[in-house]
């Protein structure tokens, strides 16, 4: 069993910022990648952020130069600064982590966090 828990959503205004957080914890035996997502109403899930292990990270073209994502290994959290936010990024967030669990080695799962709303007022 794996669990992704977040933290950090709310409402700010337009030009604010937010730091959202989300901790892997469970039967975890490595991580290949962390992520994260969002979902804005009538809108299909899409990619904001995504960091592999030793890779390179890549965004979303909306939020470059705004967004930084970022993790810490010994905890298995994944971080999203959220600076000079818009309107327009006002959505529920989730986190998504590519774990390997120690019963399954081999077989790569993904996992999903529960979501955190996100609203910035103009």
């Known amino acids: 069993q794996v669990q992704l828990v977040e933290s950090g959503g709310g409402l700010v205004q337009a030009g604010g910022s937010l730091r959202l957080s989300c901790a892997a914890s469970?039967?975890?035996?490595?991580?290949?990648?962390m992520a994260w997502y969002r979902q804005a109403p009538g809108k299909q899930r899409a990619l904001v952020a995504r960091?592999?292990?030793?890779?390179?990270?890549n965004y979303a073209d909306s939020v470059k130069g705004r967004f930084t994502i970022s993790r810490d290994n010994a905890k298995n959290t994944v971080y999203l600064q959220m600076n000079s936010l818009k309107p327009e990024d006002t959505a529920v967030y989730y986190c998504?982590?590519?774990?390997?669990?120690?019963?399954?080695?081999?077989?790569?799962?993904?996992?999903w966090g529960q979501g955190t709303q996100v609203t910035v007022s103009s």
């Open positions: 998504n982590a590519e774990i390997r669990t120690t019963q399954a080695m081999n077989f790569l799962y993904n996992y």
């Open positions: 960091l592999p292990t030793g890779g390179s990270t």
């Open positions: 469970g039967s975890i035996g490595s991580i290949d990648a």
